[in-house]
Nanobody, 123 residues
Framework: QVQLVESGGGLVQAGGSLRLSCAAS????????MGWFRQAPGKEREFVAA????????RYVDSAKGRFTISRDNAKNTLYLQMNSLKPEDTAIYYC????????????????WGQGTQVTVSS
């Protein structure tokens, strides 16, 4: 199975942008649907965005629509999350996740997780 390592987090002012990356090990990256989740202090982990193995299907939490873009480069075994117009409420640890499936429908659950990267948005 793949192993996931996130990067790209940091401190940014409200209105700014960050691009998160998730590097996946192994040669079967294209067998996995991928997702981004986040967990803010004192809150449960929540879904942010997901993308199918081919990149043909994507889904976003309502609060991310129009601001965040999920994408993947299967040749580089890398998942991305471009985050624009960041708000203080986007502050959280962001996790990359994977689920082995080549179905066109995005899975509801993911079973492989990275260690997370901190995103802090100051007001």
């Amino acid at each position: 199975q793949v192993q996931l390592v996130e990067s790209g987090g940091g401190l940014v002012q409200a209105g700014g942008s960050l691009r998160l990356s998730c590097a996946a090990s192994g040669r079967t990256f294209t067998s996995y649907a991928m997702g981004w989740f986040r967990q803010a202090p004192g809150k449960e982990r929540e879904f942010v965005a997901a993308i199918s193995w081919s990149g043909g299907s994507t889904r976003y939490v309502d609060s991310a629509k129009g601001r965040f873009t999920i994408s993947r480069d299967n040749a580089k075994n890398t998942l991305y999350l471009q985050m624009n117009s960041l708000k203080p409420e986007d502050t959280a640890i962001y996790y990359c996740a994977a689920r082995r499936t080549i179905a066109p429908v995005l899975p509801p659950n993911y079973d492989i997780w990275g260690q997370g990267t901190q995103v802090t948005v100051s007001s």
